[in-house]
């Protein structure tokens, strides 16, 4: 029976496979009492799976494959902390030798009621990571069961398999070489989990909150992942099978002719240069950032060297990353943001959780809020300028005492490198995102003291519609085709370019193909995205004539009906 079903895509691409099925343990697992004398040999054997657990994470960590991203690395050591805090690694040994219950029950018990908790939380990053807890205690699981790691596909080197899964980790992944899958499919997820980010930086198509296709998938079925619309067919008739066959094919045809156009300069067909930059996270994404062609980091997300460790970067050792980057970019600009921590990025054992933390002390306010901290970056920052073309920004700012406050902080940091003969770049370009619609409604106050500005949609939409971006329940409704929105980014473009100070969009928007042509009709000439999407960017920047596209351009700002504003756009992608 042929059937579809919808899903979150979270990398892009269109695959065709047959199912593989990956049992989800827990559902196996059943309940036994132990005779007294046999409840040493349980714990003993609780113990030893405990420790091939932790043996497979080191044996991962040692040989993450080349292919597979740094962060990887930090998502590994993640989830051997949690196997071996001791709510996962003791309390089902105490439940074992207090009620003489088999390992894998007494571990189904804990892992359910530590889930139970991690629901109680508000903060909804903190929510998220009951995923990572459930993925350790299925790999334990799996080890109790006598199936450590996953059971790789049967191997048929015939046909493409796709990976059906109730839930996968980003070690699973490192696991699941994209070589032995052509897609991943998972019950649960959202577009923000780790396994989404790990899934996109391996440029594998995944779908993610797929609710009940594990059940509804049988081993073998064939199956067609659209990661462009989010949709999964399932046993498709022969029809549909050659339409994406056909689809597929031109696809990969055009991914390869894309990296044709890494040399390329991006110039609409009127000859305008448009700029595509690179957002990066770590100084070992450089490498990306030139396969494909960026002319310059956008973007460096600086708050990850912070993430996931006990004692934060000090002064050095961010200097060390900072310059990695300035002087690996060769006189490129690098656009560095000083660290955005708070909200859904919380600095590990942060006891205070906000009530609503995407409206708390995050960002440039955390960082008025501890001077040293901030102090400190802006110390590496600075020293870095002289290694490269380093351009400092700063996020979430809303008004002009967070702004005079914050230049005043940069130069009394100049003032103290000044004072000990250290070298910087005096003329370093300070800029701010707009990423509050305050921000963007009083312009004037960010053009007045700041030399450039970055439009964060991302926050801007979050904001602007009162939508969580991380809150799977309300992603239907985050739309930012939302005639206030556009409104919006048409106002900080258009003022930005009258009053001659340089504009920028870093936000998902800037890298989806279905907004280039509307930004370029605002009048923005700077882009920044993840770096795999430099290069279908940059192929429609080449397609594009800027007079042609403005008339369309307008009559989707004048436009106040959803429906007319997407089928306005769909015309102006199809000229
Ligand atoms: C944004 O808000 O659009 C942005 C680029 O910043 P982040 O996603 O890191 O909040
Ligand atoms: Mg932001």
Not at 463 to 474: C, H, K, Q, S
């Amino acid at each position: 029976m042929s059937f579809s079903l919808h899903g979150i895509p979270v990398s892009s691409g269109v695959a065709i496979g047959y199912a593989h099925l990956l049992s989800h343990t827990s559902l196996e697992v059943v309940h036994y009492v132990l005779p007294r004398p046999l409840v040493a040999e349980e714990v003993a054997r609780f113990d030893a799976a405990l420790l091939a657990t932790r043996n497979e994470f080191i044996s991962l960590r040692s040989n993450r494959p080349q292919y597979a991203a740094a962060e990887f690395d930090a998502f590994l050591e993640l989830h051997q902390m949690i196997l071996d805090d001791p709510l996962l690694s003791a309390a089902p040994r105490d439940m074992i030798e207090s009620e003489h219950c088999n390992a894998e029950w007494a571990l189904k018990t804990q892992t359910e009621k530590l889930v139970a908790q991690f629901d109680e939380f508000e903060d909804a990053y903190l929510r998220e990571r009951q995923t990572d807890v459930t993925q350790v205690a299925e790999r334990l699981l799996k080890q109790l069961l006598g199936q450590p790691g996953h059971q790789p596909a049967p191997t048929r080197h015939d046909v493409e398999m796709i990976l059906v899964a109730h839930d996968l980790s980003p070690a699973d992944l490192i696991q699941f070489r994209p070589q032995q899958y052509a897609a991943f499919i998972t019950d649960v997820g959202g577009a923000t989990s780790h396994t989404a980010i790990v899934a996109r930086s391996l440029n594998t198509p995944c779908m993610v909150g797929m609710h009940h296709a594990r059940e509804l998938i049988r081993e073998d079925d064939l199956l067609i992942l659209d990661g462009e619309q989010g949709v999964l067919i399932v046993n498709p008739d022969k029809a549909v099978l050659a339409e994406y066959k056909l689809r597929q094919s031109a696809w990969e045809l055009d991914r390869k002719k894309l990296k044709r156009l890494r040399g390329a300069r991006a110039n609409t067909l009127d000859g305008t240069v448009i700029e595509l930059y690179a957002n990066i996270e770590k100084p070992e994404d450089l490498v990306e950032v030139k396969e494909n062609g960026a002319t310059g980091i956008g973007l460096f997300r600086s708050e990850f060297l912070f993430l996931n460790r006990d004692v934060l970067p000090d002064e050095e050792e961010q200097f060390l990353a900072y310059k990695a980057v300035a002087a690996g970019m060769e006189g490129q600009p690098v656009t560095i943001r000083t660290f955005d921590l708070g909200a859904d990025k919380q600095l590990k054992g942060a006891e205070r959780v906000a009530s609503n933390p995407a409206l708390g002390l995050r960002a440039i306010r955390l960082c008025l809020a501890e001077p040293q901290l901030f102090r400190t970056q802006l110390r590496a920052l600075l020293r870095a300028t002289h290694y490269g073309n380093v351009k400092i920004l700063v996020p979430m700012l809303s008004g002009a005492a967070e702004i005079n406050q914050t230049l005043q902080f940069i130069a009394t940091t100049k003032q103290s490198l000044d004072d000990e003969g250290i070298p910087y770049d005096r003329e370093v370009k300070i800029g701010g995102m707009i990423e509050i619609p305050a921000a963007a409604l009083a312009l004037n106050v960010f053009a007045k003291r700041l030399d450039f500005l970055s439009i964060g949609t991302n926050d801007l939409i979050q904001y602007t519609l009162a939508i969580d971006r991380t809150d799977e329940e309300v992603a239907h409704l985050y739309d930012p085709l939302h005639p206030a929105v556009l409104h919006l980014l048409s106002h900080v473009i258009s003022t930005a370019n009258k009053l001659g100070v340089p504009i920028s969009v870093c936000g998902e928007m800037a890298g989806e193909l279905a907004y280039t042509r509307l930004f370029l009709g605002l009048g923005l000439r700077q882009f920044s995205m993840s770096s795999a999407q430099v290069p279908g960017i940059k192929q429609r920047v080449l397609t594009t004539s800027l007079p042609e596209i403005a008339a369309l351009t307008q009559r989707i700002l004048r436009a106040d009906d959803p429906l007319k504003i997407r089928e306005l756009l769909e015309k102006l992608n199809s000229q």
